[in-house]
């Protein structure tokens, strides 16, 4: 019994995405992947990379060995070939349908008919700049590294991608094997493209077909096979409905998990910024989904700095509405402050203070260093790095990825105001000269948190001092030693964890 399935899978991203070519634009140290009609897509190996991780994780090297073959570096002898193919995910347009410009070959189109559709003309590349993210390093006291200002280009979530798999089956056992596969393509895990651990990347199955083509009825009706492999494969339509057989299972256990006080909210009584937003924040939604409107005689222009928004692809009955706007704080941002904080409070528990010496004869400050630069870190960090990642250019095989995922944290607020201020001086404090310039802020806001770390290293840091340093950091965090924010030397809100007599 020999059996080719042929399946079409609709996704769409949960979460910005940042898919890169490895090559640079004119606005980014990063440019964006995009197919040869210049439209954002995700490489078929990136697909193919993590879904081979994720069945790593979850089932073993036998199950990844008989889907995905292996290796050339193994013996030739047990060289084996993929029983998969997996094709480019290629983005749909406004009317969630393969882009086809009419001529029949459903691959190149027109440039008339990219920018005659209104979704697809929002992504071309000269519309880069809407994507944009600016971010700097830190230096390990917390404050901005000089000339590490740097802008990356990130997708906004919503957008809708399709992609072809074609896998040759066996039996009855495999056909049954083959769904329980495709079932973890909705693991927590599963994550595209870069800056997974600030949760980029995620997406959701909205639609899913599948076909059985039995080669044995080849011979018989050759004309008929012919015709469903060109239906397949020609198709503009995609699937918007999961048949109920191939839903992903409610009971999976899941890769992430958010331990007991890792969910929380923290509030603030006051003005409050973050980042820099493309939008104004009177013009992006609140967490609880509505417009945050101007205090009264509140004016915002189109100088003003603005707080971090970011945008979001909005359909309505499976048409694009619009790219809308949300208050939100990056989860870089979070991520980078609970770090920070997470470092400090492990070495002081470590005893490794400023100017004691290690093993290796060095000082808690060139250990430190070299784990910023991304240089060897010693084995007294191990742990921190099982957490939070860990790079070695001088031996390639020690490079960790980090365990932690934060993504962008939504915003509530009561308000939002304009004020007024003067540029200063960071080494003599004197005001700089011609240098007013005014900023966003929000009143009194509200930000949900949700930490996330995967299970198995969980399960290896339960009695380590970097969880009790972790503890440590989300309890500075809801008790108002810690803070999120733009421009902390001002007036800036500080925040407590949010009660449940508030939440009600």
């Not at 990844?64 to 993929?82: L, Q």
């Not at 080849?218 to 699937?239: D, Q």
Request: charged share 25%.
């Amino acid at each position: 019994m020999s059996i080719i399935a042929l399946t079409r899978i609709t996704i769409e991203t949960t979460s910005p995405l940042s898919v890169y070519s490895g090559d640079r634009s004119i606005l980014s140290n990063d440019a964006l992947s995009r197919d040869w009609n210049g439209l954002p897509y995700i490489p078929a190996t990136s697909l193919t990379g993590v879904w081979r991780s994720i069945l790593e994780t979850d089932s073993g090297s036998s199950d990844v060995d008989y889907w995905f073959g292996v290796s050339k570096s193994r013996d030739d002898s047990e060289r084996m070939a993929s029983r998969i193919i997996i094709s480019d995910a290629r983005m749909l347009n406004c009317r969630s349908m393969l882009p086809n410009d009419g001529e029949g070959s459903g691959v190149l189109l027109s440039e008339t008919y990219i920018h005659g559709d209104r979704l697809l003309a929002k992504f071309t590349e000269e519309h880069d700049k809407d994507f944009e993210r600016m971010n700097c390093r830190i230096n390990g006291r917390k404050t901005a590294l000089n000339k590490a200002l740097h802008k990356t280009m990130t997708l906004p979530r919503g957008i809708r991608f399709f992609f072809n798999i074609k896998a040759e089956l066996d039996s009855e056992e495999d056909i049954a094997k083959y769904h329980r596969l495709l079932k973890t393509l909705s693991s927590s895990g599963f994550a595209l493209g870069s800056k997974t651990s600030i949760g980029h990347g995620r997406f959701k199955i909205i639609g899913l077909s599948s076909e059985n083509i039995d080669l044995a009825d080849y011979r018989k009706n050759t004309a008929e096979f012919t015709k469903k492999i060109t239906e397949f494969t020609g198709s503009c339509s995609v699937p918007l409905t999961i048949p109920k057989e191939m839903q992903p299972d409610s009971d999976a256990e899941s890769l992430y998990i958010t331990p007991d006080g890792w969910n929380f909210e923290i509030s603030a009584k006051g003005s409050w910024r973050a980042g820099t937003g493309r939008r104004s924040a009177s013009k992006a939604q609140t967490a609880r989904g509505s417009r945050a409107g101007l205090l009264a005689g509140e004016t915002v222009d189109d100088n003003t700095q603005r707080c971090f928004t970011d945008g979001y692809v909005k359909w309505v009955d499976n048409e694009f509405d619009a790219i809308d706007y949300e208050i939100l704080v990056p989860g870089s941002t979070v991520k980078g402050v609970i770090a920070h904080r997470t470092l400090y409070h492990y070495l002081r528990l470590k005893r490794l203070y400023a100017g004691c010496n290690t093993e290796g004869a060095s000082t808690a400050e060139e250990i430190v260093d070299n784990l910023l630069n991304n240089q060897t870190s010693p084995e007294i960090l191990e742990e921190y790095c099982q957490v939070f990642g860990r790079n070695d250019p001088q031996n390639p095989d020690r490079i960790l990825a980090g365990s932690l995922r934060i993504g962008d944290c939504k915003v509530d607020c009561s308000g939002i105001i304009s004020r007024m201020h003067n540029k200063i001086d960071r080494f003599t404090g004197g005001v700089i000269p011609s240098a007013l310039f005014s900023q966003e802020k929000l009143i009194n806001p509200i930000i949900k948190i949700n930490l996330q770390i995967r299970k198995d290293r969980f399960e290896k840091i339960k009695n380590s001092d970097i969880l009790e340093a972790l503890k440590r950091t989300i309890y500075d965090l809801k008790h108002g030693y810690l803070n999120i924010c733009a421009g902390s030397g001002r007036d800036t809100a500080i925040f407590t964890e949010k009660s449940q007599e508030e939440h009600k």
